[in-house]
């Protein structure tokens, strides 16, 4: 029964949810999102071997997989989601200083961008260096302290793309992304940042003028989009390390990422075995609502401050490693997380507190005039957290910039009615 139900589940779901998606004119929801991930880190593993499981992470998989299937029931995501994409509220930031924020940002890219070209040697270099390397071996214990300032431009570039888009200027707006997606192809450490902006952009651009198309083929464009994402998985994982001048796509390539990639069946057993014998203390919820709050202190002001990843704490606690070694950092998905937390009782719970933080966030964005484009962002960039935590962190820093927005906005129009 494990050999079909574990592998064949999250494929039946996602087929069902994004029927209901396609539906709505969306190629997104928050169980299509979901499950699109299952079926990469859960079924292809399945299909070769479930015997090596424990019964304890055969629990596990079954809970994650109920706790989705009675959302599924009982919410209708897609149709929330619609509804809000159709309905944002008219408050507005300043329009000078949403300029401004996006002028800055993209500033800062391009300068990032031309600083690791000269700092490699030349463009090609700087495509085909050892970027994980360089991550794995001291940058992936950076501070956040900066990565939080962006969040201030970034929320205005994200604003203004979103202007352009409905307001129908559709080039304007695809050139503003797609210098987005080129910093990426230099900067990131991690494959799907490079997909997201243009996965975003297309996703709003058919809602907002092509969905009739959506509802008429959305399931279609989505298996093509599937097969798409193998083949730029194998390109993605060559510039992160640094081997894309010797890479070659073919079926045998792709069969090789997913099956070496994507072990967390293994890694999520290695981790509630560890839990069941003792070798591990459960967190009790500390990784969910004291943690957060500490990543807010910046690690200049803190040196000492201890690991806030869940991801960084577990590989250390599981495998042994020192984080920053330049040894691989391992993920446990959201409901490796969750059986950390509390057990089972901590799996099921994963699975509301990730619908809750995103949707709650959603309802504070959609009341920002033109925040269309930063909606579907958000839920293109919170994919990568289904394979690791729950994105409280984030959401609740976006909460904090985008109140700081919100201020200076009223700020300056308090000014100019002086």
Known sequence: ????????????????????????????????????????????????????????????????????????????????LSNKLNNIAHN?????????????????????????????GGVYSALTRNRLEDYLGGGILSGSFMTLLLLLPKIGYFIRVGFLLETG??????????IYAIYFVFTANTRLPILMPIASFIILYLFYFERKKVKRYGVFYAATAILIL?????????????????????????????????????WINDLVNDIDNGAIDLSHGYSWFITPFVNLVPRILWPEKP????????????YGISVGDGKPITTFTLWGEGYWQFKLFG?????????????????????????????????????????AESPIF????NL??????????FVLRSFRCV
Do not use: H
């Open 92 to 120: 507005y930031l300043d329009n000078n200083l949403v300029k401004l924020l996006s002028t800055i940002f993209i500033a800062l890219l391009i300068l990032e961008v031309i600083g690791v070209v000269v700092s490699s």
């Open 347 to 387: 799996v099921i719970l994963a699975t509301f507190i990730f619908l809750f933080v995103s949707c709650f966030f959603i309802m504070i964005l959609t009341k920002l005039k033109y925040s269309g484009f930063f909606v579907v962002y958000f839920l293109c960039n919170i994919t990568p957290f289904v394979r």
């Open 1 to 80: 029964m494990n050999e079909i139900l574990l592998p064949f589940t999250p494929a039946v779901m996602l087929f069902l949810a994004l029927r209901r998606s396609c539906s709505q004119g969306l190629l997104i929801s928050f169980q299509v999102l979901i499950w699109s991930v299952l079926l990469f880190t859960f079924s292809f593993p399945f299909l070769t071997n479930v015997s090596f499981l424990s019964d304890s992470a055969v629990l596990l998989f079954y809970c994650a997989y109920l706790s989705l299937v009675v959302v599924y029931l009982c919410f209708d995501d897609a149709k929330w």
């Open 307 to 318: 690991l806030t990843s869940t991801s960084n704490i577990l590989s250390e606690k599981v």
């Open 169 to 178: 200027r559709k080039k304007k707006a695809f050139i503003l992304i797609s």
């Open 400 to 409: 904090i910039a985008l109140a700081g927005l919100f201020f200076v906005s």
């Open 230 to 266: 193998n083949i730029l998985l194998v390109l993605g994982n060559s510039l992160r390390g640094g081997t894309a001048g010797e890479t070659k796509v073919s079926s045998e390539s792709i069969i090789a990422q997913n099956t070496e990639q994507l072990k967390y069946p293994m």
């Open 394 to 397: 984030m959401v609740l820093t």
